[in-house]
């Protein structure tokens, strides 16, 4: 992934997106709206997730339904992709943890897991901390944390409740989608350098 953004319309308004990356990508955060793709137009509501891949085409909002997040994302990843959509993340009453085993403290039921690509997350609502590499860092709107294959991952902590978008490139090595633990999948094997 090259670009992202988050882009918050109000309703009734419009927009046009000029092409950034070789492929891209639209996933609807919340709202609703009516998007041309090429020819044909789309009633798009949340969790739709839109591919764009044909070089002289853009994507285009013709009208807002209601207030709407859009979380754009344009580069040049492969045909085969773990996968991409949205995801919530709350304190649990009880954290049941069937991930890797961790050494920090959870309030979370997000895993600690890996993945056979590379995989980026966009917050668009709420904070809290999560953890890549081995290292916290404190995430919020706006913020993208980008993830190399085969590095362990956790989102143990929030402070508001977050909403945000997941994306899982280019599929290499094994090529296994969804996540991926020690215990059950064998050790991960990180790219170094895709840190």
Partial sequence: MKH?????????????????????????????????????????????????????KAFRVDEVLSDTVLIRMCGDWGEEIGGSGLFNVTKAESVVERGDPTHYHKETNIDNHYHDCDEYWIIFEGKGVVVSEGNSYEVGPGDCLAIGMGHHHDFPLVSEPVKAVYFETTLQGNKRRGHLWNHTHGAAEPIKERV
């Fill in 4 to 56: 992202f953004e988050i882009v918050r319309l109000a309703k009734g308004s419009r927009h046009t997106f000029d092409r950034v990356g070789k492929k891209e990508k639209l996933i609807i955060g919340q709202g609703r709206c009516l998007i041309s793709l090429g020819e044909q137009q789309i009633d798009a509501e949340e969790r739709a997730n839109l591919d764009l891949s044909e070089p002289d």
